[in-house]
Nanobody
Framework: QVQLVESGGGLVQAGGSLRLSCAAS????????MGWFRQAPGQQRSLVAS???????NYADSVKGRFTISSGSAKNPVYLQMNSLTPEDTAVYYC?????????WGQGTQVTVSS
């Protein structure tokens, strides 16, 4: 079993930036896909960005050009750089790693963007 822990969330003004990190309780090798999801109050959890083993990235339309997902190390598998934040980006952000048919999720980190 692998536990994921997100960090880097917080309160930021509109136009600001945050960098989210995802730490794994043990090394993860050869993940099939890694990603970030978010869930705002009253809304379903939705994909923000993903990156596959081959480095192919996918972004939600609402964050294209502002957010960048990147892969890291076996213990810190994925990052999310968020620029030009808007109040609409306010949500709990979750790290996800899929490896060998198993989905691992973090507990989430709150991102709040003030206007």
């Amino acid at each position: 079993q692998v536990q994921l822990v997100e960090s880097g969330g917080g309160l930021v003004q509109a136009g600001g930036s945050l960098r989210l990190s995802c730490a794994a309780s043990r090394s993860i090798f050869s993940p099939l896909v890694m990603g970030w999801f978010r869930q705002a109050p009253g809304q379903q959890r939705s994909l923000v960005a993903s990156i596959s083993t081959g480095g192919r990235t996918n972004y939600a339309d609402s964050v294209k050009g502002r957010f960048t997902i990147s892969s890291g190390s076996a213990k810190n598998p994925v990052y999310l750089q968020m620029n030009s934040l808007t109040p609409e980006d306010t949500a709990v952000y979750y790290c996800h790693v899929g490896v060998r048919g198993i989905d691992y999720w973090g507990q989430g980190t709150q991102v709040t963007v003030s206007s």
